[in-house]
Protein backbone atom coordinates (compact mmCIF):
# COMPACT_ATOMS: atom_id res chain seq x y z
CA UNK A 1 0.00 0.00 0.00
CA UNK A 2 1.58 3.44 -1.27
CA UNK A 3 1.19 6.17 1.38
CA UNK A 4 -1.52 8.20 -0.44
CA UNK A 5 -3.63 4.72 -0.44
CA UNK A 6 -2.49 4.51 3.13
CA UNK A 7 -4.65 8.15 4.37
CA UNK A 8 -7.56 7.18 2.06
CA UNK A 9 -8.15 3.95 4.27
CA UNK A 10 -7.52 5.99 7.22
CA UNK A 11 -10.42 8.55 6.46
CA UNK A 12 -12.46 6.19 5.47
CA UNK A 13 -12.53 4.06 8.37
CA UNK A 14 -13.71 7.20 10.11
CA UNK A 15 -11.23 6.74 12.45
CA UNK A 16 -12.31 8.90 15.65
CA UNK A 17 -9.57 9.51 17.19
CA UNK A 18 -7.55 11.03 13.72
CA UNK A 19 -11.36 12.66 12.56
CA UNK A 20 -11.08 14.76 16.13
CA UNK A 21 -8.02 16.40 15.35
CA UNK A 22 -7.68 19.93 13.97
CA UNK A 23 -4.56 19.13 12.18
CA UNK A 24 -3.51 16.16 11.13
CA UNK A 25 -0.01 15.37 11.30
CA UNK A 26 0.49 13.07 8.29
CA UNK A 27 -0.05 16.81 6.73
CA UNK A 28 1.73 19.24 9.26
CA UNK A 29 4.88 20.86 8.25
CA UNK A 30 5.98 21.20 11.51
CA UNK A 31 4.29 18.44 13.79
CA UNK A 32 4.85 18.96 17.44
CA UNK A 33 3.12 16.66 20.38
CA UNK A 34 2.43 18.81 22.96
CA UNK A 35 1.67 18.43 26.16
CA UNK A 36 -1.89 18.95 27.70
CA UNK A 37 -3.26 18.86 31.32
CA UNK A 38 0.51 16.92 32.31
CA UNK A 39 0.17 14.11 29.09
CA UNK A 40 1.86 14.00 26.09
CA UNK A 41 -0.45 11.56 23.47
CA UNK A 42 1.47 10.07 20.96
CA UNK A 43 -0.42 7.48 17.94
CA UNK A 44 2.49 6.25 16.51
CA UNK A 45 1.29 5.66 13.18
CA UNK A 46 0.72 9.32 12.48
CA UNK A 47 3.92 10.09 10.48
CA UNK A 48 5.37 9.34 7.34
CA UNK A 49 6.95 6.02 9.17
CA UNK A 50 7.61 4.50 5.68
CA UNK A 51 9.96 6.87 4.10
CA UNK A 52 11.91 6.37 7.45
CA UNK A 53 11.53 2.53 7.65
CA UNK A 54 9.44 0.59 5.43
CA UNK A 55 9.68 -2.61 7.22
CA UNK A 56 7.03 -0.77 9.33
CA UNK A 57 3.70 -1.36 8.30
CA UNK A 58 0.25 0.03 9.22
CA UNK A 59 -2.28 -2.06 10.20
CA UNK A 60 -5.77 -2.32 11.59
CA UNK A 61 -7.60 -4.44 14.41
CA UNK A 62 -11.26 -3.23 14.51
CA UNK A 63 -11.32 0.75 15.42
CA UNK A 64 -7.51 0.46 16.37
CA UNK A 65 -4.96 1.10 14.15
CA UNK A 66 -1.48 0.92 14.38
CA UNK A 67 2.02 0.20 13.08
CA UNK A 68 4.06 -3.09 13.09
CA UNK A 69 7.39 -3.88 12.62
CA UNK A 70 8.61 -6.64 9.92
CA UNK A 71 5.12 -8.59 9.81
CA UNK A 72 5.87 -10.79 7.45
CA UNK A 73 8.84 -12.08 8.77
CA UNK A 74 8.38 -15.60 10.79
CA UNK A 75 11.82 -15.58 12.31
CA UNK A 76 12.21 -14.25 15.60
CA UNK A 77 14.45 -11.69 13.95
CA UNK A 78 15.79 -8.92 15.94
CA UNK A 79 17.89 -6.25 14.06
CA UNK A 80 20.84 -4.24 15.64
CA UNK A 81 20.22 -0.63 15.86
CA UNK A 82 22.43 0.14 12.99
CA UNK A 83 20.35 -1.78 10.80
CA UNK A 84 16.75 0.57 11.38
CA UNK A 85 15.39 3.32 10.48
CA UNK A 86 14.30 5.56 13.29
CA UNK A 87 10.74 7.01 14.14
CA UNK A 88 11.30 10.59 15.70
CA UNK A 89 8.13 12.04 17.00
CA UNK A 90 8.61 15.80 17.85
CA UNK A 91 7.53 16.97 21.59
CA UNK A 92 7.09 19.47 23.90
CA UNK A 93 7.00 19.53 27.67
CA UNK A 94 5.38 21.94 29.55
CA UNK A 95 7.07 21.31 33.76
CA UNK A 96 10.13 20.68 35.04
CA UNK A 97 9.97 17.16 37.00
CA UNK A 98 9.44 13.62 36.16
CA UNK A 99 7.44 12.39 33.60
CA UNK A 100 7.33 9.01 33.11
CA UNK A 101 7.29 6.90 29.40
CA UNK A 102 5.32 4.24 28.99
CA UNK A 103 3.84 2.81 25.44
CA UNK A 104 0.85 0.34 24.27
CA UNK A 105 1.93 -2.66 22.66
CA UNK A 106 1.03 -6.19 21.70
CA UNK A 107 3.88 -8.91 21.55
CA UNK A 108 4.01 -11.31 18.35
CA UNK A 109 2.99 -14.88 18.61
CA UNK A 110 3.91 -17.34 21.13
CA UNK A 111 5.15 -13.94 24.10
CA UNK A 112 8.40 -13.54 21.81
CA UNK A 113 9.02 -10.58 19.12
CA UNK A 114 8.46 -8.26 22.27
CA UNK A 115 10.43 -4.85 22.10
CA UNK A 116 11.99 -2.26 20.41
CA UNK A 117 14.10 0.60 20.53
CA UNK A 118 13.56 3.52 21.92
CA UNK A 119 15.38 7.29 23.60
CA UNK A 120 14.33 10.75 23.99
CA UNK A 121 16.79 12.85 21.91
CA UNK A 122 18.29 15.39 24.20
CA UNK A 123 17.47 14.05 27.51
CA UNK A 124 18.72 10.68 29.46
CA UNK A 125 16.47 7.68 30.70
CA UNK A 126 16.24 7.35 34.14
CA UNK A 127 15.07 4.19 35.50
CA UNK A 128 13.88 2.71 38.61
CA UNK A 129 13.20 -1.24 39.45
CA UNK A 130 9.27 -1.86 38.64
CA UNK A 131 6.41 -0.47 40.52
CA UNK A 132 8.13 1.86 42.58
CA UNK A 133 8.40 5.55 42.86
CA UNK A 134 10.95 7.56 41.00
CA UNK A 135 11.07 10.73 43.69
CA UNK A 136 13.75 10.16 46.00
CA UNK A 137 14.88 6.58 44.91
CA UNK A 138 18.34 5.32 46.15
CA UNK A 139 18.28 2.90 42.56
CA UNK A 140 18.15 5.06 40.19
CA UNK A 141 20.12 5.02 37.42
CA UNK A 142 20.53 6.92 34.20
CA UNK A 143 20.86 5.65 30.24
CA UNK A 144 22.14 7.37 27.89
CA UNK A 145 20.91 6.51 24.12
CA UNK A 146 18.85 4.06 22.71
CA UNK A 147 17.36 1.30 25.01
CA UNK A 148 15.85 -1.79 24.03
CA UNK A 149 12.22 -1.23 25.58
CA UNK A 150 9.78 -4.26 26.02
CA UNK A 151 6.88 -5.72 27.63
CA UNK A 152 5.95 -9.50 28.40
CA UNK A 153 1.92 -9.63 29.18
CA UNK A 154 -0.12 -12.12 27.30
CA UNK A 155 0.55 -12.10 23.62
CA UNK A 156 -1.59 -11.12 20.82
CA UNK A 157 -3.25 -8.10 22.96
CA UNK A 158 -2.12 -4.66 23.35
CA UNK A 159 -1.51 -3.70 26.89
CA UNK A 160 0.46 -0.77 28.58
CA UNK A 161 3.19 -2.41 30.04
CA UNK A 162 6.44 -0.79 29.21
CA UNK A 163 9.66 -2.20 30.65
CA UNK A 164 13.65 -1.91 30.36
CA UNK A 165 16.78 -4.41 31.80
CA UNK A 166 16.58 -7.99 31.15
CA UNK A 167 15.65 -10.00 34.03
CA UNK A 168 15.46 -6.66 36.38
CA UNK A 169 12.72 -5.11 34.88
CA UNK A 170 12.53 -0.98 35.60
CA UNK A 171 10.20 1.56 34.41
CA UNK A 172 11.42 4.60 32.21
CA UNK A 173 11.47 8.33 33.22
CA UNK A 174 12.62 11.78 32.14
CA UNK A 175 13.71 14.68 33.81
CA UNK A 176 13.06 18.04 32.62
CA UNK A 177 15.36 21.08 34.66
CA UNK A 178 13.63 23.37 32.33
CA UNK A 179 10.15 24.27 30.64
CA UNK A 180 9.06 24.66 28.16
CA UNK A 181 11.50 21.60 26.74
CA UNK A 182 11.36 20.61 23.51
CA UNK A 183 12.97 17.51 22.21
CA UNK A 184 12.05 14.16 20.21
CA UNK A 185 10.71 10.83 21.25
CA UNK A 186 12.48 7.99 19.02
CA UNK A 187 11.36 4.18 17.99
CA UNK A 188 13.22 1.81 16.22
CA UNK A 189 12.24 -1.74 15.60
CA UNK A 190 14.00 -4.30 16.93
CA UNK A 191 11.83 -7.62 17.20
CA UNK A 192 9.92 -8.48 14.48
CA UNK A 193 6.11 -8.61 14.69
CA UNK A 194 5.97 -6.26 16.97
CA UNK A 195 3.29 -3.77 17.37
CA UNK A 196 3.10 0.33 18.76
CA UNK A 197 -0.72 1.38 18.95
CA UNK A 198 0.30 4.99 21.54
CA UNK A 199 3.33 6.50 23.48
CA UNK A 200 2.94 8.82 26.42
CA UNK A 201 4.69 10.63 28.83
CA UNK A 202 2.99 11.97 31.97
CA UNK A 203 3.84 14.45 34.69
CA UNK A 204 3.97 12.06 37.53
CA UNK A 205 3.59 15.16 40.13
CA UNK A 206 -0.39 15.68 38.51
CA UNK A 207 -1.46 13.19 36.35
CA UNK A 208 -2.68 9.24 37.50
CA UNK A 209 -1.00 6.39 35.58
CA UNK A 210 -4.77 5.73 34.46
CA UNK A 211 -5.80 8.73 33.20
CA UNK A 212 -2.94 9.16 30.93
CA UNK A 213 -2.88 5.52 29.64
CA UNK A 214 -7.08 6.31 29.11
CA UNK A 215 -7.06 4.73 25.40
CA UNK A 216 -10.01 6.87 24.57
CA UNK A 217 -8.12 10.17 25.41
CA UNK A 218 -7.37 12.69 22.46
CA UNK A 219 -3.86 12.73 20.96
CA UNK A 220 -1.97 15.99 22.09
CA UNK A 221 -0.97 16.83 18.45
CA UNK A 222 -0.73 20.49 16.69
CA UNK A 223 0.35 21.99 13.62
CA UNK A 224 3.56 25.11 14.10
CA UNK A 225 4.19 27.77 11.85
CA UNK A 226 7.64 27.25 11.91
CA UNK A 227 10.09 24.04 12.07
CA UNK A 228 10.65 22.57 15.43
CA UNK A 229 12.64 25.38 17.50
CA UNK A 230 15.67 23.35 18.66
CA UNK A 231 17.82 24.66 15.85
CA UNK A 232 17.63 28.17 15.10
CA UNK A 233 20.52 28.13 12.79
CA UNK A 234 21.44 30.31 9.76
CA UNK A 235 20.06 29.58 6.90
CA UNK A 236 16.87 27.55 6.00
CA UNK A 237 18.30 25.77 2.71
CA UNK A 238 17.04 22.30 2.10
CA UNK A 239 19.50 20.52 -0.14
CA UNK A 240 16.48 18.62 -1.81
CA UNK A 241 14.92 22.22 -2.55
CA UNK A 242 17.86 23.87 -3.58
CA UNK A 243 21.75 23.13 -4.49
CA UNK A 244 22.98 26.09 -2.96
CA UNK A 245 23.04 27.34 0.50
CA UNK A 246 23.27 31.25 0.32
CA UNK A 247 24.71 31.53 3.42
CA UNK A 248 28.36 31.42 2.55
CA UNK A 249 28.74 30.87 -1.76
CA UNK A 250 32.64 31.13 -1.17
CA UNK A 251 32.77 28.50 1.81
CA UNK A 252 33.78 25.52 -0.05
CA UNK A 253 37.00 27.59 -1.64
CA UNK A 254 39.88 24.80 0.31
CA UNK A 255 42.59 27.83 0.67
CA UNK A 256 45.76 26.21 0.34
CA UNK A 257 47.36 28.46 2.81
CA UNK A 258 45.02 28.21 5.37
CA UNK A 259 44.78 24.58 5.22
CA UNK A 260 48.72 23.99 4.98
CA UNK A 261 50.19 21.17 7.49
CA UNK A 262 53.26 23.35 7.28
CA UNK A 263 52.93 25.15 11.32
CA UNK A 264 55.06 27.86 9.95
CA UNK A 265 52.17 29.11 8.00
CA UNK A 266 50.46 30.09 10.68
CA UNK A 267 52.30 30.95 13.92
CA UNK A 268 50.28 30.29 16.79
CA UNK A 269 50.51 30.35 20.73
CA UNK A 270 52.62 27.66 22.87
CA UNK A 271 51.93 23.80 22.98
CA UNK A 272 49.41 22.97 25.63
CA UNK A 273 50.86 22.25 28.97
CA UNK A 274 49.32 19.05 29.96
CA UNK A 275 48.98 16.41 27.24
CA UNK A 276 46.34 13.93 28.16
CA UNK A 277 47.54 10.54 26.13
CA UNK A 278 50.51 8.94 26.06
CA UNK A 279 50.88 8.13 22.00
CA UNK A 280 53.99 7.24 19.74
CA UNK A 281 55.53 10.38 18.93
CA UNK A 282 55.98 10.52 15.13
CA UNK A 283 56.71 12.70 12.46
CA UNK A 284 53.88 11.90 10.41
CA UNK A 285 51.02 10.50 12.64
CA UNK A 286 47.64 8.06 11.41
CA UNK A 287 45.01 7.62 13.23
CA UNK A 288 43.81 3.95 11.33
CA UNK A 289 41.06 2.06 11.60
CA UNK A 290 40.90 -0.88 14.08
CA UNK A 291 38.15 -2.89 13.79
CA UNK A 292 35.74 -1.16 11.91
CA UNK A 293 36.64 2.39 13.82
CA UNK A 294 38.48 5.42 13.15
CA UNK A 295 39.03 7.23 16.42
CA UNK A 296 40.53 10.51 17.38
CA UNK A 297 41.18 12.35 20.25
CA UNK A 298 41.01 16.22 19.08
CA UNK A 299 43.58 17.65 21.25
CA UNK A 300 46.15 15.00 20.38
CA UNK A 301 47.42 17.19 17.33
CA UNK A 302 49.48 20.71 17.29
CA UNK A 303 45.57 22.80 17.07
CA UNK A 304 47.39 25.84 18.47
CA UNK A 305 50.04 25.87 15.85
CA UNK A 306 46.82 25.55 13.21
CA UNK A 307 44.88 28.22 14.70
CA UNK A 308 45.36 30.14 17.81
CA UNK A 309 41.77 30.64 18.88
CA UNK A 310 41.73 26.50 19.77
CA UNK A 311 42.49 25.85 23.39
CA UNK A 312 43.42 22.91 25.59
CA UNK A 313 40.47 22.78 28.56
CA UNK A 314 40.22 19.97 31.25
CA UNK A 315 36.24 19.32 32.83
CA UNK A 316 35.79 16.56 34.92
CA UNK A 317 38.24 14.49 33.70
CA UNK A 318 37.63 15.23 30.07
CA UNK A 319 40.07 16.71 28.49
CA UNK A 320 39.19 18.91 24.90
CA UNK A 321 39.61 21.80 22.28
CA UNK A 322 37.39 24.56 22.40
CA UNK A 323 36.98 27.26 19.92
CA UNK A 324 37.61 31.49 21.11
CA UNK A 325 36.27 30.62 24.31
CA UNK A 326 36.59 34.11 25.47
CA UNK A 327 34.26 35.45 23.19
CA UNK A 328 30.87 35.66 24.71
CA UNK A 329 29.22 37.04 21.31
CA UNK A 330 27.75 34.60 19.07
CA UNK A 331 29.76 35.59 16.29
CA UNK A 332 30.44 32.39 13.62
CA UNK A 333 33.62 32.53 11.50
CA UNK A 334 34.03 32.47 7.44
CA UNK A 335 35.81 29.21 6.75
CA UNK A 336 38.59 31.41 5.05
CA UNK A 337 38.91 33.41 8.15
CA UNK A 338 39.84 30.40 10.43
CA UNK A 339 42.76 27.35 10.77
CA UNK A 340 42.39 23.79 9.57
CA UNK A 341 42.88 20.90 12.10
CA UNK A 342 43.69 17.97 9.51
CA UNK A 343 44.01 14.56 11.16
CA UNK A 344 45.61 12.04 8.51
CA UNK A 345 43.30 8.65 8.67
CA UNK A 346 43.57 5.24 6.78
CA UNK A 347 40.24 3.34 5.82
CA UNK A 348 40.62 -0.35 6.04
CA UNK A 349 37.22 -1.58 4.27
CA UNK A 350 35.17 -0.67 1.30
CA UNK A 351 31.89 0.92 1.99
CA UNK A 352 30.00 3.29 4.11
CA UNK A 353 31.37 4.81 7.01
CA UNK A 354 29.06 6.84 9.28
CA UNK A 355 30.92 9.90 10.90
CA UNK A 356 30.09 11.53 13.97
CA UNK A 357 31.82 14.02 16.78
CA UNK A 358 31.62 13.99 20.62
CA UNK A 359 31.11 18.18 21.53
CA UNK A 360 29.70 20.26 23.72
CA UNK A 361 27.40 23.23 22.92
CA UNK A 362 27.70 26.37 25.07
CA UNK A 363 24.26 27.03 24.02
CA UNK A 364 21.36 24.90 22.52
CA UNK A 365 20.95 27.22 18.98
CA UNK A 366 23.99 29.21 19.38
CA UNK A 367 27.86 28.03 19.90
CA UNK A 368 26.87 24.71 18.32
CA UNK A 369 28.74 24.25 15.45
CA UNK A 370 32.15 23.85 12.94
CA UNK A 371 33.21 23.31 9.79
CA UNK A 372 34.35 19.63 8.81
CA UNK A 373 35.76 18.27 5.69
CA UNK A 374 36.83 15.15 4.61
CA UNK A 375 39.62 14.87 1.38
CA UNK A 376 40.78 13.00 -1.40
CA UNK A 377 37.50 13.42 -2.96
CA UNK A 378 35.88 11.46 -0.40
CA UNK A 379 32.35 13.36 -0.63
CA UNK A 380 29.87 13.41 2.29
CA UNK A 381 26.81 11.45 1.57
CA UNK A 382 23.56 12.12 4.37
CA UNK A 383 20.43 11.13 4.72
CA UNK A 384 17.83 12.42 6.82
CA UNK A 385 18.44 11.80 10.27
CA UNK A 386 16.75 8.24 11.61
CA UNK A 387 16.76 7.15 8.32
CA UNK A 388 19.71 4.04 6.64
CA UNK A 389 21.97 5.01 4.00
CA UNK A 390 21.98 1.84 2.63
CA UNK A 391 19.18 1.14 -0.04
CA UNK A 392 18.07 4.93 0.64
CA UNK A 393 17.41 6.47 -2.42
CA UNK A 394 17.31 9.81 -1.21
CA UNK A 395 20.97 10.63 -0.43
CA UNK A 396 22.43 13.47 -0.96
CA UNK A 397 26.39 13.88 -1.88
CA UNK A 398 28.39 17.03 -1.47
CA UNK A 399 32.12 18.02 -1.50
CA UNK A 400 33.90 20.25 0.73
CA UNK A 401 33.48 22.07 3.98
CA UNK A 402 30.02 21.10 5.44
CA UNK A 403 28.49 22.87 8.47
CA UNK A 404 28.45 20.43 11.18
CA UNK A 405 26.19 21.06 14.42
CA UNK A 406 24.79 19.51 17.46
CA UNK A 407 21.62 21.08 19.47
CA UNK A 408 21.20 18.29 21.76
CA UNK A 409 21.99 19.68 25.37
CA UNK A 410 23.68 22.97 26.53
CA UNK A 411 27.40 22.72 28.17
CA UNK A 412 27.06 18.52 28.23
CA UNK A 413 29.37 16.74 25.55
CA UNK A 414 26.94 14.64 23.07
CA UNK A 415 27.21 12.60 20.04
CA UNK A 416 24.86 14.60 18.98
CA UNK A 417 26.42 15.22 14.51
CA UNK A 418 23.88 17.12 12.29
CA UNK A 419 24.36 18.68 9.24
CA UNK A 420 21.60 20.52 7.38
CA UNK A 421 19.26 23.56 9.35
CA UNK A 422 16.33 22.88 10.11
CA UNK A 423 15.60 19.18 8.71
CA UNK A 424 18.30 17.29 10.12
CA UNK A 425 20.72 15.06 8.26
CA UNK A 426 23.08 12.35 9.50
CA UNK A 427 26.82 12.60 7.34
CA UNK A 428 28.35 9.45 5.94
CA UNK A 429 31.38 9.16 3.31
CA UNK A 430 31.76 6.34 1.11
CA UNK A 431 35.11 4.99 0.57
CA UNK A 432 35.66 2.99 -2.76
CA UNK A 433 39.43 1.78 -2.05
CA UNK A 434 40.88 0.10 0.42
CA UNK A 435 43.21 1.10 2.25
CA UNK A 436 42.94 4.45 1.62
CA UNK A 437 44.51 7.33 3.01
CA UNK A 438 42.87 10.84 3.45
CA UNK A 439 42.15 13.50 6.39
CA UNK A 440 39.45 14.89 8.00
CA UNK A 441 39.88 18.28 8.79
CA UNK A 442 38.34 20.66 11.69
CA UNK A 443 37.97 24.69 11.53
CA UNK A 444 36.15 26.49 14.00
CA UNK A 445 33.01 28.30 12.99
CA UNK A 446 30.95 29.07 16.51
CA UNK A 447 32.62 30.28 19.11
CA UNK A 448 32.86 28.44 22.72
CA UNK A 449 32.41 25.11 20.93
CA UNK A 450 34.04 22.46 22.24
CA UNK A 451 35.12 19.34 20.46
CA UNK A 452 36.57 15.93 22.53
CA UNK A 453 36.74 13.22 20.00
CA UNK A 454 36.36 12.68 16.33
CA UNK A 455 35.69 9.10 14.84
CA UNK A 456 34.19 6.79 11.86
CA UNK A 457 32.72 3.43 11.83
CA UNK A 458 31.97 1.32 9.26
CA UNK A 459 28.61 1.06 9.00
CA UNK A 460 27.99 -2.88 7.87
CA UNK A 461 30.35 -4.11 10.53
CA UNK A 462 30.38 -1.87 13.79
CA UNK A 463 27.51 -1.05 15.92
CA UNK A 464 27.28 2.75 16.45
CA UNK A 465 27.07 2.34 20.43
CA UNK A 466 30.05 0.12 20.54
CA UNK A 467 32.25 2.62 18.30
CA UNK A 468 31.28 5.29 20.56
CA UNK A 469 33.30 3.56 23.36
CA UNK A 470 36.37 2.49 21.53
CA UNK A 471 40.03 4.11 22.55
CA UNK A 472 41.67 6.45 20.20
CA UNK A 473 43.39 4.52 17.18
CA UNK A 474 46.30 6.49 17.29
CA UNK A 475 49.44 5.58 15.50
CA UNK A 476 52.42 6.25 13.18
CA UNK A 477 52.34 6.44 9.53
CA UNK A 478 53.16 3.49 7.36
CA UNK A 479 53.44 2.93 3.93
CA UNK A 480 50.43 1.58 2.44
CA UNK A 481 49.97 -1.89 1.86
CA UNK A 482 48.49 -3.33 -1.83
CA UNK A 483 45.06 -1.78 -2.39
CA UNK A 484 41.19 -3.35 -3.00
CA UNK A 485 39.26 -1.31 -5.37
CA UNK A 486 35.75 -1.22 -5.15
CA UNK A 487 33.35 -2.15 -8.43
CA UNK A 488 33.66 1.18 -10.96
CA UNK A 489 29.93 1.81 -10.72
CA UNK A 490 28.74 3.67 -7.21
CA UNK A 491 26.22 2.21 -4.81
CA UNK A 492 23.15 1.79 -6.01
CA UNK A 493 21.28 4.11 -4.49
CA UNK A 494 23.75 7.19 -6.16
CA UNK A 495 26.29 7.84 -8.76
CA UNK A 496 28.66 11.01 -7.73
CA UNK A 497 29.57 11.56 -11.62
CA UNK A 498 25.63 11.45 -12.92
CA UNK A 499 22.58 11.33 -10.58
CA UNK A 500 24.14 13.06 -6.94
CA UNK A 501 23.24 16.59 -6.43
CA UNK A 502 26.26 18.59 -5.52
CA UNK A 503 26.10 22.34 -3.79
CA UNK A 504 28.60 24.53 -3.88
CA UNK A 505 28.54 26.25 0.18
CA UNK A 506 28.51 24.30 3.49
CA UNK A 507 25.10 23.28 4.61
CA UNK A 508 24.38 21.81 8.04
CA UNK A 509 23.57 16.88 11.66
CA UNK A 510 22.74 14.72 15.07
CA UNK A 511 23.84 11.43 15.86
CA UNK A 512 21.91 8.81 17.68
CA UNK A 513 23.35 6.73 20.82
CA UNK A 514 22.87 2.86 20.76
CA UNK A 515 21.61 1.20 24.25
CA UNK A 516 24.37 1.18 26.61
CA UNK A 517 22.25 -1.46 28.31
CA UNK A 518 20.35 -4.49 26.94
CA UNK A 519 17.32 -3.54 28.39
CA UNK A 520 13.32 -5.55 28.34
CA UNK A 521 7.30 -4.14 34.11
CA UNK A 522 5.51 -6.32 35.87
CA UNK A 523 1.88 -4.74 35.93
CA UNK A 524 1.04 -1.73 38.13
CA UNK A 525 -1.42 -2.40 40.76
CA UNK A 526 -3.77 0.29 38.72
CA UNK A 527 -3.63 -1.77 35.69
CA UNK A 528 -4.16 -5.16 36.97
CA UNK A 529 -7.38 -3.27 38.46
CA UNK A 530 -8.21 -1.86 35.02
CA UNK A 531 -7.65 -5.60 33.56
CA UNK A 532 -10.26 -6.90 36.14
CA UNK A 533 -13.09 -4.18 35.25
CA UNK A 534 -12.32 -5.12 31.58
CA UNK A 535 -12.85 -8.76 32.64
Not at 300 to 312: E, M
Request: glycine share 4%; aromatic share 12%.
Amino acid sequence: MNFHSMRIVIFTLGLAFIGAQESDPLECGSPLWKEEDGVIRIEAENIDFGAVDPKWTQETDGDRVYIEYDKNNNTKNTYKLNQVGKLCYPIQFEQVGYYRFQFLVRNGPNGKYNDAFVKVEGLPWKVVPEDEEIEDNEDMQTLEGYQKVSQQMKPGQFNWQTRTIDYDPHSLYIQTEEAPFKAEICLAGRSTKFAVDKMVFYFVSDMDEEDATDEDADETFACEDGELDTDSEDSETDPEDSETNPEDPDTDSEDPDTDSEDPDTDSGTAAPTFAPFVRPQCDDPLWKEEDGVIMIEAENFDFTARDPRWTLERDNGTVFIEYDKDNATAEVYDLNDVGKLCYPIRFEQLGYYRFQFRVRNHDITEHNDAWVVVRNKLYWKFVREGQQIEGNPRIKEFEGYLKVYSNQMKKKFTWQTRTVDFTAHSLYIYNYEAPFDTKVCLAGRSTKFAVDKLMFFHVASVDELEAQTRPETYGCWEPLPPTIVAPTYSPTTISPTTTAPTTNAPITIAPTIAPTIAPTIAPTEAQKKRRRKKN
